[in-house]
């Protein structure tokens, strides 16, 4: 007997059930059914007394049709309960060991927003994904094959998170479900399931990984090469696809070398170094590498590269490129003759030219890195060398080992005129190491503390007008001529918008707390009053709560004359904060006068 027609039948009974009996009568799709039921009345009699009842059904009046609809529907579940089946089609077989098993020990309403951050599309899924995570939801078997599923996720940080968190958290239970999905010639995403089957399993049998090497597609290629770093007597396979005519194969092949120590391999990357074509590839495996003898060997190359700048006026490309390479790849050695030649290179006049002059801030920052006495004392001395090109780095390692007065009446020179190129790329210097002074409180207090400055900069920042410079180098006390620099540039901003207060607000409020007070709520009721102000920025919230507690009426004030509900919310916030300052100062007085009693 055919089901098709029953199920359909099932589901318009079902339909009539919720929708009303009384919706029945002259139903078109019912009497579709009806033909059909009675052509199958020849093999099985009973479709045809359903037929007769689809009909009756059909035909029926308002007062009839609940009870023909009850007679169908019974006679209906019951031909289905009688002539479904409930056995299993073929033959029953022992499931295999790698079937995982687990507990579904999670309620399924709480797993199915999860299973679907996994296995579909859109916003905020990784989120979802972070906190299951964190309540252990991923010991639940339901999750493990969608997890595994989510490495193919077209949003790359979902596939990465799942991959690097997720699937070690599943353990073992995932590696079968990978191995099911894994497709040597696949994509990105199975190269991401190479990587976590070997990080689960740990080193084994490297057979799947050589064959996804020699064999796999490209994505798949670059994993096995990875994963083969951990097999030192795979030196040969990689050997190999450190030859391969596709750069991302080379890459990965060489980084994994860089784990296994031998002679071939210090050969094998010296030779790339030596090559302007692969020298970029080997400088991460140099770097890795902490092999005494391969050092040598780099700085062996390095003496030769910079002998070769001796011989041209124009040093060429390819050199610059290889020389580039080399000095990269030392950047995480710290032995004196790497200091030692990073020196030399410095030091000498063929080398330092306009054309190496990335070569030159990296080896001047390595320098720096090092930390080392002489290296420091050696970049300090550069200030005024090579048309002073290495200047910022010299105000650096002075700031590490000189006394701020000596720091100032080295380097204050050079920025009495703002238009030389010393002065520029040190005011830019000075600017990225003071960001820590713009802060009120504790924070600035704590950056001065760090690196302390002579205080003649001040005045001789307001000379130059350098304005925010200024702002930063204000003291936590009264200064008049600062004061009234800044009070100055707040009078030529006015409430305009576009402008930015804030600095000049923050530099007023670590002079004179009073005066800074005034001066912000007078910018609020410019901009207030204004009516185009859409928003307070960050950093003038942060101001509105250094207001003192005699300023919260007037806040509430201007709160109720703001036409922008965002800067009437923000003032009324301002104005609770003092509100409780004024509460606060009550408490502590009323505290202090109980116990003077």
Excluded at 181 to 200: F, P, S
Excluded at 219 to 240: F, H, M, N, P, R
Excluded at 445 to 472: G, K, S, T, Y
Aim: hydrophobic share 40%; aromatic share 4%; charged share 30%.
């Amino acid at each position: 007997m055919s089901l098709q027609v029953l199920t359909e039948l099932h589901e318009e009974v079902r339909r009539l059930f919720i929708a009303g009996s009384g919706m029945a009568s002259g139903d078109l799709r019912l009497r579709a059914l009806q033909p059909r039921l009675e052509k199958l009345a020849d093999a099985a009699p009973v479709l045809g007394r359903l037929a007769e009842g689809v009909q009756a059904l059909v035909e029926s009046d308002a007062e009839s049709s609940p009870g023909r609809l009850l007679e169908l529907g019974t006679l209906l579940h019951a031909v289905m309960y009688t002539q479904g089946r409930t056995d299993t089609q073929g033959e029953l077989v022992e499931a295999g060991a790698d079937i995982p098993t687990g507990t579904t020990y999670v309620p399924y309403r709480k797993l199915k927003p999860l299973i679907d951050a996994l296995t579909e599309r859109g916003p905020g899924r990784l989120e979802i994904i972070r906190s299951a995570l964190e309540e252990g939801l991923f010991g639940d078997i339901r999750t493990h094959r969608p997890a595994v599923i989510a490495l193919e996720d077209s949003y790359a940080e979902t596939a990465e998170f799942v991959q690097e968190r997720v699937l070690p958290a599943i353990g073992a239970p995932a590696v079968p479900l990978l191995l099911r999905e894994l497709n040597l010639q696949g994509g990105k995403a199975d190269g991401r399931r190479l990587l976590a089957i070997h990080r689960l399993q740990g080193p084994g049998d490297p057979s799947l990984y050589l064959t996804a090497l020699a064999e796999g597609a490209a994505e798949l290629q670059v994993a096995a090469a990875s994963i083969l770093g951990d097999y030192e007597d795979q030196e040969a396979a990689l050997l190999e696809a450190s030859r391969s005519r596709r750069k991302e194969l080379r890459e990965a092949a060489l980084l994994a070398l860089s784990r296994i120590p031998s002679t071939k391999v210090a050969d094998r990357l010296m030779e790339c170094l030596a090559s302007e074509k692969d020298a970029p590839l080997a400088v991460e495996p140099l770097r890795l590498s902490q092999d005494p003898a391969l050092t040598a060997r780099v700085l062996s190359h390095a003496e030769g590269l910079l002998a070769e700048f001796g011989g041209a006026e124009k040093p060429e490309a390819g050199l610059i490129a290889r020389m580039a390479a080399t000095v990269s790849s030392l950047g995480t050695k710290r032995e004196g003759d790497v200091l030692s030649f990073l020196q030399k290179l410095l030091a000498s006049p063929h080398f330092m030219k306009r054309e190496t002059g990335e070569i030159q801030e990296e080896a001047a920052g390595l320098l720096l890195e090092s930390g080392d006495p002489q290296a420091l004392g050696f970049v300090e001395s550069l200030h005024g060398e090579w048309n002073h090109r290495l200047i910022s780095f010299a105000l650096r390692a002075a700031l590490r080992r000189l006394p701020p007065e000596a720091v100032y009446e080295r380097y204050a020179p050079y920025v009495q005129e703002k238009k030389t190129a010393a002065a520029k790329e040190l005011l830019q210097t000075i600017r990225r190491l003071t960001t820590g002074l713009s802060r009120i409180g504790d924070g600035a207090r704590e950056a001065r503390e760090a690196q302390p400055w002579d205080d003649r900069w001040l005045p001789l920042f307001i000379r130059l007008d350098e304005e925010e410079l200024v702002c930063r180098f204000v003291p936590e006390a009264p200064e008049p001529e600062a004061a009234a620099y800044v009070l100055a540039k707040l009078d030529e901003q006015g409430g305009r918008r576009g402008n930015n207060p804030a600095p000049l607000l923050t530099a007023l409020f670590r002079m004179d707390e009073a005066l800074a007070s005034e001066r912000l709520l007078h910018v609020i009721e410019q901009r207030t009053l204004a009516g185009s102000w859409w928003y307070i920025e960050y950093d003038l919230q942060r101001l509105l709560q250094e207001l003192p507690a005699s300023s919260a009426d007037r806040l509430e004030r201007l709160a109720g004359q703001a036409k922008n509900e965002g800067i009437r919310r923000a003032l009324e916030e301002a104005a609770l904060v003092a509100r409780n300052k004024e509460h606060g100062s009550k408490g502590e007085a009323d505290k202090g006068e109980g116990i003077e009693s």
